[in-house]
Each structure stands twice: as C-alpha cells, then as structure tokens.
C-alpha cells in the first residue's frame, strides 16, 4: 500500500481527503504510482503530468522523506518507506501566485 | 415568469447571478471552483441547464466541468486536448517559429440544436469540437492547416481562439477569431477555412493590410442576420454586411476606437455596444469615467451609456469575453470588470446598477434567459 498526499486543489477535484492509498502492482516508482493514482482517479488525469509526454508539470513538485524527488527517472524505484507505506509521497504544488 | 441567469467567470472561481424577469434583485452563487481561473462558462442553446466551463491553473492545467442542472452541481469531464498529427509552429512574440502548445480553453460555444455538441477555442489556437458531452475533444485541424498558420503570432494574452459564431441558418458555417491571427469562416462544417480580414488595417503588423496577424479582439453577430458582423480589433470597431468577405471601419465617434467587447441588442440587429478603453499602454477607461457606448445605427454614430457606471476614478478594464445580452422584451446588457463588479442594465443600457461588486476579476460573463 503507498500512501500518497494530493495538494489542496487536486483533493478538490478528486472529491479526497489529505492523503489516498493505493495499491501498485510491481516495483513502486513515481510513474507507476501516478498510473495507479490516475486509474483510480481519472480526472486527475492531465493535472499531475502532461497527457501526451507525461512530462511533470513545471509548479508541481515529487517530495518523500525530506527528499526532493522532482528530478528523478520517473522509473527509479520509490524510497524503501514510500514503498512499505510507512512514509508517504508528497504531491505538491508550488508556493506561488496571488 | 422569466428568469435570467448570468455566468460569470473570474480568476478565481466561477458565479452564478440568478433574478427573476424584472432583473432587480439577484442571488449569487458560488463560488465554484474556488481558486481557478475560469476562462469561460456557457450554456447550451438546446438545453439551458446543460453547462460547460473551462477551469485552469498554472499549477494543474485544464480542467472542463459540466454541469446538468443549471450550474447547481458540476463533474469535471475529459480534459484531454492534443493537437491533430504534428502540431507544427506559429511565430513566437520574437518572430522565431514557436511550437503548437496546449495551455487552456478561453471559450466553449455549445451547439444550437445538440446539448452533447461544444466547440472549443484553445490557447495556442485552434478549434476543438466534442460530440459527447465533453468526454473526447477532437481538433478541427483544418484551420491550422489551411496554411498560414506559421505566421500566426500571439497577443499580450497569449495566441487565443476566442471567438466562435455558429450561424443559425447554416450549420456548415462557423467564424471564429483568433488573437493575433484574425478572423476565419468555414463554410463546411469546419473541414476547409479561409481568411476573412479584407478591409482591416493594423499599422502594428509589417504589412497593415495583410491576410493575416491582426488582432481582432472580438466579433458579434445578430442571429436574425447571421451575415452582418460587428467586430472590436484591436483598435477600430469594423462591420461586415456579407459574412466577412470585406470589412469596414463603423468607429465614428467613439472616443477611442481601442477595446476587447463587442454585442448585439437581442432585438434590434443595428443596435451594437462597445466600451471604450484607453491603449495602449494604460487599459482602463479614459478620464476614469467608465462608459458604455451604443450605436442604433449599425456603428458610426455613437452615444455614450454612463448612467449608474461610475463617472469618476475608475481604474477598471472589460475583457473581451466579459459582455453579454439577454433576450427579455426589454433587452438586458450586462459586463464584468477587472475589479470585480458586474453591471446589468434592464433597459438596453439607458440605466445600469452593478449586481455583483466584490468578485474577483471578472473574465467572463454569458447570460442565459430562461422561460
């Protein structure tokens, strides 16, 4: 089970609380548990990463365990504690704007 | 009796102004989608409680929500706008060839006979079309590719399809507008597309007569004469009497020919509206006193609307989604603001009061009348 905390617009938009569970199938990397995020709530589809590329979007950033993972092959394998749920992934949008 | 519902989408969030026939009290709903822009809500001709608006973010990107009882609850629907084969380039605001790039829907205009049916004007410009209710968006690539699409470039808003005009006597036909590219029909259904911006005259582009890179900020058309077009270009208020095929200048009298709306009395296909705006640098009324002007005339000879807009200080701009009519016996005239205040007029703009003061900045606002 990977736990993951959505941003306060995307708890929003998928109708969620602070943080939702998933569970991945295979090794746990960013893209395959933005896959299963997407599957389970398709209309955050486009919001995360870009439809076509799958590119992040620039203002939305990857963190787990004081951890920047913005950066990473998107198939890097998860933090050991992300991947047993004992720490979450943190989805979040950047501190900007007016 | 009439109700009258008004759609208003500012930067952060959507409203609904809801009254009854006499259009002297109203009740404000939302907001909804609290903290996004909100390019555009509209809704459909065939079904007025079908609604579609065009959420964003900087953050997220493009949301579509659809609301099917009239803007109470709302379910976002397919957001997914990917451009038909290899996007290609238009000119960047430096002259150098720019990618096609998706970035938001300014405008939906639904179909008139069908509540599934939308058409999308998209930032970088093109027209996308759904025919399920907004679940798949489809390109109608035939407009970016009937060939000068490279030339194309964008305004200080960005390259934006802002303005699609379905023509009720002929479904093949749609116009629509693009800043700065100008404007195009097809008489096809959206397969083939042409210019039609012969007689405009932008001193701002290399060649001011060119067939295409002008700035048309907005075009209004009659239903009742769909072939008469008014347009607001970036400076100079122009009009069409043969679908676009030839254009010219209506700005008579006005003050300053700058703007971004443009509309049409829901009665009386001569009577137009403007709100003239000081360019190009400050964009705000002239001598801060925020004016309406009406033409009965079909444009040229113009009178000022100033009775219950404020006549002093204001600061404010009127964007050019931002004014719409409704359709009650007495024509309604309604614009949103800048600074957040939507004004209604009961009485074809003789007199107008604000029905909401305190929104955010208003981007857009539609009017829908119901029975």
Same mark, same amino acid.
């Given at each position: ?98 | ?12 969030? &959507?409203? +609904? ?13 939302? !907001?909804?989608?609290?903290?996004? %822009?909100?390019?555009? *809500? ?34 976002? +629907? ?18 150098? &060839? ?35 209710? =907004? ?6 690539? /035939? ?6 699409? !490279? ?15 379905? @023509? ?27 210019? #039609? ?8 582009? !290399?060649?001011?007569?060119?067939? *295409? ?28 009497? @043969? ?18 709306? #443009?509309?049409?009395?829901?009665? %009386? ?18 001598? /801060? ?20 807009? !404020? ?27 800048? =600074? ?16 909401? %003061? ?14």
């Amino acid at each position: 089970m990977i736990r993951v905390e959505l941003p306060a617009h995307l708890r929003t938009l998928a109708r969620v609380g602070r943080e939702v569970q998933l569970e991945v199938e295979g090794r746990a990397t960013l893209c395959s548990v933005l896959d299963a995020l997407e599957a389970r709530y398709p209309t955050l589809q486009g919001t995360i990463r870009d439809h076509v590329t799958q590119q992040r979007r620039p203002y939305v950033r990857f963190f787990a365990c004081e951890e920047d993972l913005s950066h990473e092959s998107p198939d890097k394998p998860l933090p050991e504690a992300v991947a047993s749920g004992a720490e979450p992934l943190l989805i979040v949008g950047a501190i900007a704007g007016g | 009796m009439s109700q009258v519902r008004v759609l208003v989408g500012t930067r952060k969030g &959507a409203f +609904v102004l809801e009254s009854d026939g006499k259009r002297e009290k109203w009740d404000i709903g939302g !907001p909804h989608f609290a903290g996004w %822009e909100m390019y555009h *809500v509209k809704g459909s001709p065939a079904d007025p409680n079908r609604l579609y608006a065009s959420q964003s973010s900087g953050w997220h990107g493009q949301v579509v929500q659809r609301s099917n009882d009239g803007g109470k609850t709302w379910e976002p +629907v397919g957001n997914k706008f990917v451009y038909d084969g290899v996007p290609g380039t238009h000119q960047w605001y430096d002259g150098t &060839a720019h990618p096609w790039e998706f970035k938001r829907v300014w405008h939906f205009e639904p179909s008139l006979t069908d509540p599934d049916t939308v058409f999308a004007g998209i930032e970088d410009a093109a027209l996308f079309r759904t025919t399920d209710g =907004g679940q798949t968006w489809q390109e109608l690539a /035939g407009l970016r590719g009937h060939g000068s699409g !490279p030339k194309w470039q964008p305004g200080a808003g960005g390259m934006c399809l802002h303005t699609v005009l379905l @023509d009720p006597s002929d479904p093949a036909r749609i116009y629509i507008a693009i800043s700065a590219a100008g404007a195009f029909r097809t008489d096809d259904g959206g397969q083939t597309w042409k210019p #039609i911006n012969r007689g405009l005259h932008s001193q701002y582009i !290399p060649d001011p007569t060119a067939e *295409v890179g002008h700035c048309v900020h907005r075009i209004a058309m009659h239903r009742s004469r769909p072939k008469v077009l008014f347009m607001q270009k970036h400076w100079d208020v122009m009009r069409s009497d @043969d679908a676009g095929d030839s254009w010219h200048e209506v700005s008579g009298n006005l003050p300053t020919d700058f703007g971004f709306v #443009i509309d049409v009395h829901a009665h %009386e296909p001569e009577t137009i509206y403007v709100v003239p705006i000081k360019s190009d640098s400050e964009h705000f009324p002239l001598e /801060g006193k925020l004016r309406v002007y009406r033409s009965r005339t079909g444009g040229n000879e113009w009178e000022p609307l100033t009775r219950g807009l !404020p006549q002093s200080d204001c600061y404010v701009n009127v964007l050019r989604e931002a004014m719409a009519v409704d359709s009650l016996d007495q024509c309604g005239v309604y614009f949103g603001t800048t =600074g957040g205040q939507v004004y209604a007029s009961a009485d074809a703009g003789d007199t107008w009061a604000p029905i909401a %003061e305190h929104l955010p900045g208003v981007l857009s606002v539609e009017v829908q009348t119901l029975p």
